[in-house]
């Protein structure tokens, strides 16, 4: 078993800057590809941003290209989501998610087998 927990979330500004982490515990050699997927109250789940195994292919939603950046130091377990230039749209729950089945990048929530509780960003306009 994997356990991911996220931690960063909170309130913020339009306009500005949040780091968030998902650290990973368990099987951890069991994970690969990794990602990041965000579910805004009354609305379905989305895709985020995607890690490959090794960091070295990223993947992200149109939404958030060019403002968040996915990262991962896998010596320390550790997966990350710089969020800059933050808009209210990005107002959401906050997951990681871990993908035993998958080596490169993957925005399809189905080939992630472990998932964290989320974590809370609200950006306020």
């Known amino acids: 078993q994997v356990q991911l927990v996220e931690s960063g979330g909170g309130l913020v500004q339009a306009g500005g800057s949040r780091r968030l982490s998902c650290a990973a515990s368990?099987?951890?050699?069991?994970?690969?590809?990794m990602g990041w997927f965000r579910q805004a109250s009354g609305k379905e789940r989305e895709f985020v941003g995607t890690?490959?195994?090794?960091?070295?292919?990223?993947q992200y939603s149109d939404a958030v290209k060019g403002r968040f950046t996915i990262s991962r130091d896998n010596a320390k377990n550790t997966l990350y989501l710089q969020m800059n230039s933050l808009k209210s749209e990005d107002t959401a729950v906050y997951y990681c998610?871990?993908?035993?089945?998958?080596?490169?990048?993957?925005?399809?929530?189905?080939?992630?087998?472990?998932w964290g509780q989320g974590t809370q960003v609200t950006v306020s306009s």
């Open positions: 998610a871990a993908s035993t089945q998958r080596y490169s990048v993957s925005s399809d929530a189905t080939e992630y087998d472990y």
């Open positions: 368990g099987r951890t050699f069991s994970i690969h590809t």
């Open positions: 890690i490959s195994s090794t960091g070295t292919w990223t």
